[in-house]
């Protein structure tokens, strides 16, 4: 396998939209060129050596590549170029590159030559954004403001909220709600019949409060979250494992019981009820739980409990 | 009572239930409707024990008639009872939902009266929630044994996944401990449940959509092990016959937390989870790496490794089979390598198209070497400073198993390490971990009487004599536990008596 030489000290700049990053893509393939990246323009550190060219975004050239890629790579391989353009990384321009110079040498077979450096590379950056999508799906988590909207904050580490915006949009489309990426200042927004992405960048928008329900739920889930673990079992790291800690600011059941608003009690049911016969003596405690259970069936369930010693 | 008590008693009540999965049910998202369901599922939170959390796990009620000697809301147990009623369950639901909580639903409950009026309430929630509040996201019922077939085909139709716990290995123990229930009931509900997905998938005259309205995510069950003496050999050779016979999508097993003061219950100090661990990746083996349960464990040793894994244990056992040639091999054969999983065996295969892989490639695929340098070679040659010795393989696999696992497991686990250093009189003492001791032990004389070690310096470096050895390879029968159980019993009872 030739290695691709690299013109090492060739540097293409876009604006940062994909149109850009597909318009520079044609122009190194027009231009015969090889580029060693392709970077964003906008508060980019240059350095002395190499020499920059600003790429203009052509629409026309743009549409051409992505015909291209669809027409000898497939459908899902544009998505995937798609996707790793999300990426947060500097270098994602030159992975997209090295990934297509490769590609459309050798056509469909070389998706699937995982172990060579331009294939690898591009497939190691789509599985980080995707990954990222992923993990907004389990970990977005909504609160209802006042007049019904629902609000979500979230923090990736690559711009996927396009990317899980249809998953929303298609299970909660009976609710209005606003996905909003802080770290990239952009939200999605859905009105119950379609969905579009702002540019918050620009913008100064204040929230309502939280509806008056929201504290309700939240502290209902708080306590859900506490009372299933298993306490024989616990196993943080393996915890922290599945869900790093970099998503425990805006999950609401990872807020520390002091700083909730309502404090639900520590004790799970059986500690209690095991603390309460402790301190009044076995016949009390019996006495007051078979007074807790206020439903019709608890009544040969308390008896039961009564006749055992 | 407060919706927030009774939430906190019914899920306090319900943690023990182990399926928490969202999978197995693709099913799109309707105009006006709330909810869908992705085929992999998808886990929202994880709790401090680091189990994942889909759906929202309650009792409708934990009001129980049944008194099972394992289970925390046993009729006897004077634990705070409560029940949700239809709506509140469906507020809640839909409530998490919203708020992209929960994938959806998983409903059991504790035994109101009888099996066939309990399930017909659970119907009534769950209808009213697919039904009224046009609720499209999972739903996990339990079926409990004994309840009539139309009970079952009506709960059938509203959730994706059934599920009716086999609660214990054997039908023995299941009398012992949990007198109400039988083990005839349990499998015919199974069996029951299976022949409808069946008849429901293969009915011609139904359009495709339909023929997936009965169950469409499949039918999981679960065993509690380590409260009763049945060895792995017997768990996994049962679970098989599940798989085989009623299709199952899952067994879950449940290491044994003891929640109730009980004179039946074995004397487990702490769980067994390394041992449900390593019953789970037997069931792996089973599911995704096409082994047999035959090839995975034997009469004679009746228990698995707790030190490796099994699939490592069997590459072990079969040694004349490796090392493999990474560029050569089946598809099959990959599978079968320590160290490499599916999504692996799928990466070498595509990427082995292109050029001959060396180790360096194998890096850069994900692969992890810890496990699999042992048994693989890159174009004739080992990773380097590998040794390809049996023994020394299972001594290095095994130090890094005991590093890992030692800290936070105590006695029944790897007791070899601490317990049994003290000699085997106080072994002795001990009923239960003596059989946890003796499956490691017996495992571990199987590599050493095998052609391929070294057994003196094993048997040294794992810090057992090998007196312990012959006496703790003589391990309770089933009955024979039981019956010293009983006896225990009754002399308990004549205690109190005369006190």
């Known amino acids: 396998m030739q290695p691709l030489l690299l013109d090492a000290d060739i540097f293409y700049l876009y604006d940062g939209s994909l149109e850009g990053l597909l318009s520079a893509v044609f122009l190194a393939f027009d231009s015969k060129e090889n580029p060693s990246d392709i970077l964003v323009e906008e508060g980019l550190q240059y350095s002395l050596l190499g020499s920059y060219q600003s790429v203009s975004t052509d629409l026309d050239h743009a549409e051409r590549v992505m015909t291209g890629i669809v027409s000898t790579l497939g459908a899902r391989c544009y998505e995937e170029v798609r996707s790793v353009y999300l990426s947060d990384e500097d270098h994602k321009g030159g992975v997209i590159l090295r990934f297509l110079q490769y590609a459309f040498k050798h056509g469909r077979h070389s998706l699937l030559h995982l172990a060579h450096p331009a294939v690898n590379e591009f497939k190691e950056m789509l599985l980080r954004v995707t990954n990222e999508a992923h993990f907004i799906m389990m970990f977005a988590r909504f609160a209802e403001l006042e007049g019904g909207v629902f609000f979500a904050r979230v923090e990736p580490r690559a711009n996927v909220v396009p990317i899980v915006m249809e998953h929303f949009a298609e299970r909660f489309n009976i609710q209005p709600f606003v996905l909003f990426d802080r770290a990239h200042q952009l939200a999605g927004v859905f009105d119950t019949s379609s969905w579009w992405l702002v540019d918050t960048r620009r913008l100064d928008v204040t929230f309502p409060d939280n509806s008056r329900s929201e504290e309700g739920f939240q502290s209902l889930w708080q306590t859900f979250f506490d009372t299933i673990a298993i306490e024989e079992r616990h196993n943080p790291v393996c915890q922290r494992n599945f869900m790093p800690k970099r998503f425990w600011g805006t999950l609401c059941e990872q807020i520390p019981p002091e700083l909730r608003k309502r404090r639900p009690s520590t004790e799970t049911p059986s500690q209690a009820a095991k603390r309460a016969a402790r301190l009044t003596g076995t016949v009390a405690a019996h006495g007051e739980i078979a007074g807790q259970g206020h439903d019709a069936q608890a009544g040969p369930c308390a008896l039961e409990a009564g006749s055992c010693p | ?499």
Request: net charge positive; hydrophobic share 35%; aromatic share 8%.
């Open chain 2, 1 to 499: 009572m407060e919706l927030l008590d009774k939430l906190t008693i019914l899920a306090d009540a319900a943690k023990y239930d182990v399926a928490c999965t969202s999978c197995g049910v693709s099913r799109s998202a309707e105009k006006g409707k709330l909810g869908a369901t992705t085929n992999a599922g998808i886990c929202h939170s994880f709790s401090a024990d680091g189990r994942c959390i889909t759906l929202l796990k309650v009792l409708m009620s934990n009001v129980c008639s049944y008194d099972c000697a394992y289970c925390v809301n046993r009729a006897r147990n004077d634990v705070p009872r409560a029940t949700l009623s239809p709506r509140e369950l469906a507020e809640l639901t839909m409530g998490f939902y919203r708020r992209n909580y929960i994938e959806g639903l998983f409903l059991s409950s504790g035994v109101l009266r009888t099996p066939d009026y309990t399930t017909e309430r659970m119907c009534e929630s769950i209808r009213l929630l697919r039904e009224h509040y046009g609720f499209r996201g999972y739903i996990h019922a339990k079926a409990i044994p004994g309840t009539s077939d139309e009970l079952l085909v009506r709960l059938g139709t509203l959730v994706d996944r059934m599920s009716v716990n086999i609660e214990f290995p054997s039908a023995h123990s299941l009398k012992m401990l949990a007198p109400e229930k039988n083990r005839a009931s349990v499998l015919g509900s199974l069996r029951f449940i299976h022949d409808g997905i069946k008849e429901n998938y293969q009915d011609k005259r139904l359009s495709t959509t339909k023929r997936t309205r009965f169950v469409p995510a499949g039918q999981s069950t679960q065993m509690i092990v380590g409260a009763s003496p049945e060895s792995d050999y017997h768990i996994l050779n049962l679970s098989a016959s599940l798989y085989r016979s009623f299709e199952l999508r899952r067994v879950f097993f449940s290491a044994y937390v003891p929640v109730n003061e009980n004179p039946l219950s074995p004397l487990v100090r702490e769980a067994p989870l390394l041992r449900e661990h390593r019953l789970y990746q037997a069931d792996w083996l089973m599911r995704f790496y096409q082994f047999d349960v035959s090839e995975i464990i034997d009469e004679d040793h009746p228990f698995l490794d707790l030190l490796i894994d099994p699939k490592c244990n069997w590459a072990l056992n079969h040694i004349d089979h490796f090392p493999i040639e990474i560029n050569k091999a089946s598809y099959d054969m990959l599978l079968r390598v320590p160290g490499i999983g599916v999504r692996g065996v799928q990466r070498v295969w595509a990427a082995r198209r292109e050029r001959r892989l060396d180790f360096d490639d194998l890096r850069r695929l994900n692969i992890s070497l810890k496990r699999a340098r042992h048994f693989i070679t890159c174009n004739g040659r080992f990773s380097e400073g590998i040794v390809f010795d049996p023994s020394s393989i299972y001594r290095t696999l095994a130090n890094d198993a005991h590093r890992r696992h030692c800290k936070g497991v105590t006695a029944g686990q790897l007791s070899l390490f601490e317990d049994y250093e003290t000699g085997p009189q106080k072994a002795q003492e001990q009923t239960a971990p003596l059989v946890t001791a003796a499956m490691t032990v017996a495992a571990c004389s199987r590599h050493m009487s095998g052609s391929c070690g070294a057994p003196g310096s094993l048997a040294e470096n794992m810090g057992i004599s090998t007196t312990v050895l012959a006496k703790n390879n003589t391990s309770a029968t089933v009955t024979g536990f039981w019956e010293e159980e009983a006896t225990r019993r009754r002399e308990n009872t004549h205690a109190a008596l005369i006190a």
